[in-house]
């Protein structure tokens, strides 16, 4: 069975501080992992995917295997990345569920002037 | 940029009535969901749809809920008899094969807001 823990629902920092919104997985295979992005009324869209280790809008996040984490950072946050953060989990390519995603609860994270 | 594309935004509907949700995906994708939020909660999955066929469902996703791809460019959702619990936020996303250069990531529609009364 596949699983994701965002243990924060709120999170909330300074502009300029860094922030890091905390992702835990539980599957048993090889997963593919994601952050998606919900900025107030629109709709969701892709951050960043691990296997391609880019750095979108200042986010980095890295894998690791052996915490099966998946945590969201920036060093340096600003009033335009408050948004619902949503971590979520592929089965990955030789996984069998036609890429169905599995969703944390989600992070709202307000960054305050 | 291509975007998935969802109607109506928002429906207010009698418990026990029909309800139809549509979704148009992005036009070279070939794996289609439909995902739910109810208010407070998270995103969860309801059912995936490959090959003219739907390839896996979640244990929501029970007899009252089917979907169909009838003209090769809407993907509908419908509930037969909405109950009380069905009233959430259902999202249509879209994904491309890898083969054709694709990669895990989903594209969703805004979403369809659905209120049953």
């Known amino acids: 069975a596949q699983r994701v823990t965002q243990p924060e629902k709120l999170l909330s920092v300074f502009k300029g501080a860094p922030v890091e919104l905390k992702c835990n997985y539980s599957y048993s295979g090889s997963p593919e992992l994601f952050w998606y992005v919900q900025y107030s009324r629109q709709r969701l869209q892709l951050l960043l995917r691990?296997?391609s280790r880019e750095s979108i809008k200042g986010f980095t996040a890295d894998l690791n295997k052996g915490e099966t984490s998946f945590h969201l950072k920036k060093p340096f946050a600003q009033e335009e990345d408050s948004a619902m953060y949503y971590c979520?989990?592929?089965?990955?390519?030789?996984?069998?569920?036609?890429?169905?995603?599995?969703f944390g609860q989600g992070t709202i994270l307000t960054v305050h002037p | 940029e291509p975007e998935v594309t969802q109607t109506p935004s928002h429906q207010v509907t009698q418990m026990g009535q029909e309800v139809i949700l549509r979704c148009v995906p992005i036009s070279n994708h070939l794996y289609f969901y439909w995902y739910r939020q109810i208010l407070g909660q998270k995103v969860e999955f309801l059912v995936s749809f490959y090959n003219n066929e739907i390839s896996e469902k979640s244990e929501i996703f029970d007899d009252q809920f089917s979907v169909e791809r009838p003209d090769g460019s809407n993907f509908t959702l419908k509930i037969r008899s909405t109950k009380l619990e069905d009233s959430a936020m259902y999202f249509c996303a879209s994904k491309r094969a890898r083969l054709a250069g694709g990669t895990g990531e989903l594209f969703f529609g805004e979403g369809s807001r659905l209120t049953v009364l």
């Open positions: 691990h296997i």
């Open positions: 979520a989990l592929s089965a990955g390519a030789g996984g069998t569920s036609y890429g169905k995603l599995t």
